[in-house]
């Protein structure tokens, strides 16, 4: 199994940025796939999940700001985020379990300058 993240960069507070992760070894569409986030000196935690039936999950953080999707047939989940905050600022793992084992991308650097 392998996810490939980008997407990454510099944006102001208040802008845009959309994450991509393609994943390659598994029946894409049949998994639920997670955005996990993390920064120096902290826990990585769950930003947003999409189940395999496409219902998505948020962490009261991002809601209504962030929006996870798929493409099932790129293989991509995508998480387009908006307004973004300088408490955003993390690196971005896209994550998937399969056959009781967690997969993490390489990450991919999100910073918000203030």
């Known amino acids: 199994v392998q996810l490939q993240a980008s997407g990454g960069g510099l944006v102001q507070t208040g802008g845009s940025l959309r994450l991509s992760c393609v994943v390659s070894g598994i029946r894409f569409s049949v998994y639920a796939m997670t955005w996990d986030r993390q920064t120096p000196g902290k826990q990585r935690e769950m930003v947003a999940t999409?189940?395999?039936?496409?219902?998505?999950v948020y962490s009261d953080s991002v809601k209504g700001r962030f929006t996870i999707s798929a493409d099932n047939a790129a293989n991509t989940v995508h998480l387009q985020m908006n307004s973004l905050k300088p408490e955003d600022t993390a690196v971005y793992y896209c994550h998937v379990v399969h056959s009781f084992s967690h997969y993490w991308g390489q990450g991919t650097l999100v910073t918000v300058s203030s």
């Open positions: 999409l189940s395999s039936s496409g219902i998505p």
